[in-house]
């Protein structure tokens, strides 16, 4: 009797997991996740603390800032990760609510896993339920544009509440708004709003409620010489990208001198060239000067005889931000500097901030770039009012583009949870419980809200879903007082975008997940004897 010999497929050192031993794996890593960033979602949410391998600290309660600074090493768990870079690239917010569903899906795709359904028929399931939860989102959205300050103000404060910054929030709500307003643009009927031309500079000292709107830039640079005015009223800005130097010659060159006047001919014509290019400028009629690369001593003298502002080596997007905000044209040849190129700021002065001297560029006109200036009592405050406008800024761009909004406080969550119930009794396959598992699941955020602040979810949750028979649609959590309350009056508004990309990310990572059914992890080298490569261990566990 012949013994059949094993047959190895693949190497030495390589893991393998297969069936349902690899999902229970990539579902328990994901709901670990989603577990980790759940405490933080809501006004009442805590915030973490992460120290990394450095001795650097972060304190936040920003879904995606968490994710990225726990390197996170378990191949489904990155997945996750992902789901909230997403959330973060497109619609700058939700980050949280986009993991925390995803995670619950996948946690209720367990049970039904373990009644023996297949996965693609809950993969199939989940997609037919998120499109109708789409639509349902779509249906019950409100209309808002520029000109509904108080529903911006609400939006603004809501992305704010349970941040750093919350202290402040009108405030900053009021500036946010202010910013955005400032830059935004329309073509062929379209709003355009680049949020790269709201430049956040930050300073650690003062209040967050010192925080201020510049009407134009906050420069990361001095006046290049010390005979220069401080402060320039009035001043007309000249915007130059190549050096005020004399430039090497490109091809290799020698110069022979012979007696010392020819040496003196040759300095002399140096300093002529120098000269001519500072007599451009002050015939241009400006008297502050932005220059993105180098400026020679010598101009730096002319310049400041002349009584012109300089700075040097300023970075190119702040050239460019420079240009939107002032009006100057850029420009390549000094030699073509005309009073037409140059831009206006009613004031340019040099002041301390901390321990730097920088430039500011105030009272420009129709400025299409400008400067949020955050002050916080230390380096962790300022970095998550940062964190906080940053959501803000988002939200009121992403409502303005799109011109649809909700209610938050949980009140759509329950809202696609009653129609997708409703929805499930009209199919008859086994797609039928996936769709029930996607409402259980949305359920989780006024779950999660009511919890987060105290309160028991399952009162708060029959409270709920009783408002909504009654046909209030907007009925959410007050985390304040631990009942239903009409969360649109409470001015929780939220754009529609950011409930629809959380609810496509989630679903699509959860389809995904639950599609695999082998893991196979390969060793990376041969000189490491650990048997997964960096990046798969954890795969027990996180």
Not at 131 to 142: D, G, P, R, T
Not at 347 to 372: F, H, L, Q, S
Not at 403 to 424: D, Y
Request: include cysteine.
């Amino acid at each position: 009797m012949t013994q059949t010999q094993p047959i190895f497929i693949l190497p030495e050192g390589y893991q393998r997991m297969l069936g349902k031993d690899a999902q229970r794996n990539n579902i328990a890593a994901a709901k670990q996740v989603a577990e980790t960033v759940r405490t933080t979602l809501g006004p009442k949410g805590m915030d973490k603390m992460i120290v990394d391998s450095m001795g650097d600290i972060t304190v936040t309660n920003d879904g995606v800032t968490i994710l990225e600074e726990m390197g996170i090493e378990h191949p489904a768990a990155k997945m996750l990760v992902e789901v909230a870079k997403t959330q973060e690239n497109r619609v700058g917010d939700g980050t949280t609510t986009a993991v925390v569903i995803a995670g619950e899906l996948l946690k209720n795709a367990e049970t039904l896993l373990d009644k023996n359904i297949h996965p693609t028929v809950i993969a199939k399931g989940y997609r037919i339920a998120s499109e109708h939860a789409q639509k349902i989102l779509n249906k019950i959205a409100e209309n808002v544009n520029e000109k509904d300050e108080d529903i911006l103000v609400k939006i603004a404060i809501t992305a704010m509440t349970g941040k750093g910054a919350e202290a402040a929030k009108d405030k900053l709500a009021r500036i946010t708004i202010d910013a955005v307003k400032q830059i935004i643009e329309k073509s062929n009927n379209e709003i355009i709003i680049n949020l790269d031309n709201i430049k956040l500079e930050k300073k650690v000292g003062g209040g967050v409620s010192d925080t201020e709107l510049i009407k134009g830039l906050l420069i990361d640079k001095e006046k290049s010489h010390a005979s220069m005015p401080r402060t320039v009223k009035n001043a007309k800005i000249a915007l130059l990208d190549s050096a005020m130097e004399v430039k090497s010659t490109e091809t290799d060159a020698k110069i022979q001198i012979n007696d010392p006047m020819q040496l003196q001919a040759f300095i002399d014509q140096e300093g002529k060239i120098i000269k001519n290019m500072v007599d451009a400028v002050v015939k241009s009629g400006a008297n502050v000067l932005f220059c993105q690369k180098g400026i020679d001593d010598m101009a730096q003298y002319y310049l400041a005889k002349a009584g012109i502002y300089a700075a040097r080596r300023v970075k190119k997007s702040d050239i460019d931000k420079l240009s939107l905000a002032t009006g100057a044209r850029i420009v390549s040849d000094i030699k073509d500097l005309s009073k037409d190129d140059l831009g206006y700021a009613g004031i340019v002065e040099e002041a301390k901030i901390g321990d730097e001297e920088m430039t500011y560029v105030r009272e420009c006109r129709n400025p299409k770039a400008v400067t949020i200036l955050i002050n916080g009592g230390t380096d962790h405050v300022v970095d998550e009012v940062e964190r906080a406008i940053k959501d803000a800024l988002g939200d009121i761009s992403i409502s303005l583009k799109d011109g649809k909004v909700v209610a938050g406080a949980g009140s759509p969550e329950v809202e696609i949870a009653k129609n997708l119930r409703e929805f499930s009794n009209t199919l008859s396959g086994r797609e039928q419980l996936a769709v029930l598992a996607f409402a259980d699941a949305v359920e989780i955020i006024p779950r999660t809200l009511a919890e987060n602040a105290g309160f028991d979810p399952i009162d708060i949750l029959t409270d709920l879903k009783a408002q909504h028979d009654k046909k209030q649609v907007w009925a959410g959590v007050d985390v304040f007082k631990g009942k239903a309350v009409d969360a649109w009056k409470l001015g929780v508004i939220e754009p529609l975008k950011i409930k629809i990309q959380a609810l496509k990310s989630a679903s699509e990572v959860a389809e995904l997940i639950l599609r695999i059914d082998d893991v196979i992890a390969g060793n990376a080298s041969k000189k490491d004897n650990s048997p997964m490569p960096q990046g798969m261990h954890g795969m027990e566990g996180m």
